[in-house]
DNA sequence: AGAGTAAATTGGTAGTACCAATTTATTAAC
DNA sequence: GTTAATAAATTGGTACTACCAATTTACTCT
């Protein structure tokens, strides 16, 4: 007998949770109007009660806007709270070159702590976006940003630190998201993407081999790379 | 003839902007239940419908929770969505380990870019910082958080990366504010404190030295340590 | 005194009506 | 045919009412 609570699940947080996917899935680009509140309400079977307190949610946390008489907009990447570089990026003359410094200091170290404490899961899952960058590049010549981040992501959830984790959580919402487009001329690039695919294999093996300063150098020579292929733009 | 553009107020934001200064004076203590919704709404002749966006919207900003069949209460300031560091500590069994961990990631990378960077100006803020810490010390055993943290932000501000600014002074704000009573044992221990004070001094002379790796391990060195007293603890 | 039930209290959901702001469509005047 | 004014439609905002869901309190029975 293996009984589960069951945690009751708002109908507005379901909403919200809807909606926020679609936004951060580009599903709803940046300045263009959502459906409205009662066509939503409608589509999703609730109270437009409901749907209202959910858009108010993310309204609140910066990634809609409303505008009465007009409708509701998703706000440019940059105006969003819910993302400190977000807020970083957009007060200063803050450059993707400082981002990448930024994660030179996070990420190498983050390397190295993985190297130590990394489980069978964490590696499966390091080898599994590898494998998916690998399966890309044999039909393409691009990779999807989704299996980079994957891959990064994965090292961060090794290290076992949830501050870090939360950290590199927002890193990759933000680049992603925010400055996409700046990237896209590397996941584009077959050259620099076969270099990135073996930093990646690179770090993979330090890590697995339990070797902290193996990894922390094998990320150092993948972001430096990417700082490299960008200043060079 | 001196007219003005009047800007309608939104009900529900009249709300939320009396509430918030409630809490912000201090009138609804950190842990207490506010009004219920209903009464708030008949004491500010309103619908009970804006109180809830108003309340709702408090809670998304993490001020007030909601708990349905007992009432509202406001935060702990730990919960505040202000810093995105309290979200991360909030959220999971984070500690202040981890914390420290990752700004070995961040100060380690940031003193090695101060140290090809720090202007005079830099200079003679750590300088300064450090001054204040050794006033203290001749005088009293503890030294004030502020000079401490003052040292590691003008670190911060040698790097000229807005992005880690930023994220350094989440930090420093973070620490002082959320979680400043488990710091407390160290900032009242002399011998602690000596070890500190040398730490700064020694980051200091290779910033000015211009030597990035020397930097680099110093400033490994005092996080290492402040991660072995608390270790110990 | 303890357990069970009912009532009260609180936030959550739903539906309806209307208001406020904006846009679109229609009509009237030139 | 063009322009201006008016009406209608669309969208979010407010208000009200009723009921639901979760928790606490009060009452009753054993």
Redesign the interface.
């Known amino acids: 007998m293996n009984l589960k609570p069951i945690k009751p699940k708002r109908i507005s947080d379901q909403v919200f949770e809807q909606v926020r996917e679609l936004i951060l899935k580009g599903e709803f680009k940046s300045g263009q109007q959502i459906l409205p509140e009662r066509e939503l309400a409608v589509s999703m079977a609730v109270s437009r009660t409901s749907v209202s307190?959910a858009i108010?949610?993310l309204v609140?946390?910066g990634l809609l806007e409303h505008r009465q008489g007009q409708g509701t907009f998703v706000s440019s990447p940059d105006n969003r709270?819910g993302n400190?570089?977000a807020?970083?990026?957009a007060?200063?003359?803050?450059t993707l070159d400082?981002?990448l410094?930024?994660r030179?200091?996070?990420?190498?170290?983050?390397a190295a702590?993985a190297a130590q404490r990394a489980a069978d899961t964490d590696l499966t899952m390091m080898l599994k976006s590898i494998g998916e960058m690998e399966d890309d590049l044999a039909t393409t010549d691009r990779i999807s940003t989704e299996a980079d981040a994957a891959f990064h992501m994965a090292v961060a959830f090794a290290?076992k630190?949830?501050?870090?984790i939360?950290?590199m959580r927002?890193f990759y919402d933000f680049l992603f998201i925010g400055i996409k487009k700046n990237l896209t001329h590397m996941y584009m690039d077959r050259n620099a993407l076969l270099s990135v695919l073996g930093h990646h294999k690179a770090v993979y093996q330090a890590i697995r081999g339990r070797e902290p300063e193996e990894a922390y150098t094998a990320m150092r020579t993948h972001i430096q790379y990417v700082q490299d292929y960008f200043r060079k733009r």
């Open positions: 307190n108010n949610k609140t946390m709270n400190p570089l807020a970083a990026m007060t200063d003359e803050a400082d981002l410094e930024v030179m200091g996070l990420e190498c170290n983050a702590l290290t630190n949830p501050v870090l939360h950290l927002n």
